[in-house]
């Protein structure tokens, strides 16, 4: 995966300050993630996506990779599982509809391998859904894009709770 990273010193400006050149390349070439701290620049005006995942998780990387593709800033926050879950608890997701990585987006809640075409259409609509969640890890979802291709539901939760699917993408290899 080739992922294109601009380091910046905090406040959102990129910066070739040797001290961060320096740390960035030590991580690298210790065996570090490709995706160390750091934040992810795109032009502004772009939404920023705050994602939580176990830290060296590939598919989270492609999955935030998928996102910068279409135009969110990307800030990872590597956390242990444990954390995870607490997080999920606290953000009211529950364990059916959990996935491998959470994200905070404008206020709403984005669990998993969500499209970012399908967030883009639910931010759109303030008010309409306060999450989205892609339960598991399913195959052909962004982050998980490989040879095999699973049907899959992408849920909303409604303001009263209730969780609703809003579209259904993927192959039925059934057929």
Same mark, same amino acid.
């Given at each position: 995966?080739? @992922?294109?990273?601009?380091? +910046?010193?905090?406040?959102?400006?990129?910066?070739?300050?040797?001290?961060? @050149? %320096?740390?960035?390349?030590?991580?690298?070439?210790?065996? $570090?993630? =490709?995706?160390?701290?750091?934040?992810?620049? +795109? #032009? =502004?005006?772009?939404?920023?996506?705050?994602?939580?995942?176990?830290?060296? !998780?590939? !598919? !989270?990387? *492609?999955?935030?990779?998928?996102?910068?593709?279409?135009?969110?800033?990307?800030? @990872?926050?590597?956390?242990? *599982?444990?954390? @995870?879950?607490?997080? *999920?608890?606290?953000? &009211?997701?529950?364990?059916?509809?959990?996935? !491998?990585? +959470?994200?905070? %987006?404008?206020?709403?809640?984005?669990? $998993?391998?969500?499209?970012?075409? %399908? %967030?883009?259409?639910?931010?759109?609509? #303030? &008010? =309409?859904?306060?999450?989205?969640?892609?339960?598991?890890?399913?195959?052909? =979802? #962004? &982050?998980?894009?490989?040879?095999?291709?699973?049907?899959?539901?992408?849920?909303?939760?409604? #303001?009263?709770?209730?969780?609703?699917?809003?579209?259904?993408? $993927?192959?039925?290899? *059934?057929?």
């Amino acid at each position: 995966m080739n @992922l294109h990273v601009w380091l +910046t010193d905090g406040d959102g400006v990129p910066t070739m300050k040797p001290q961060v @050149l %320096i740390a960035a390349a030590v991580a690298i070439l210790a065996g $570090g993630s =490709s995706l160390i701290a750091y934040r992810a620049m +795109t #032009p =502004s005006g772009s939404r920023k996506a705050t994602v939580f995942l176990e830290d060296y !998780c590939r !598919c !989270c990387e *492609r999955w935030a990779q998928h996102m910068m593709d279409n135009g969110y800033q990307v800030e @990872l926050r590597p956390v242990v *599982r444990s954390e @995870l879950d607490s997080l *999920r608890r606290s953000l &009211g997701i529950p364990e059916e509809k959990a996935a !491998c990585h +959470t994200a905070l %987006i404008d206020g709403h809640v984005v669990e $998993g391998h969500v499209p970012a075409d %399908i %967030i883009e259409h639910v931010l759109k609509q #303030p &008010g =309409s859904f306060t999450a989205l969640a892609v339960a598991g890890m399913p195959h052909g =979802s #962004p &982050g998980m894009e490989d040879e095999a291709t699973d049907v899959y539901q992408v849920l909303a939760k409604r #303001p009263d709770g209730i969780w609703e699917v809003i579209a259904t993408r $993927g192959i039925d290899k *059934r057929k």
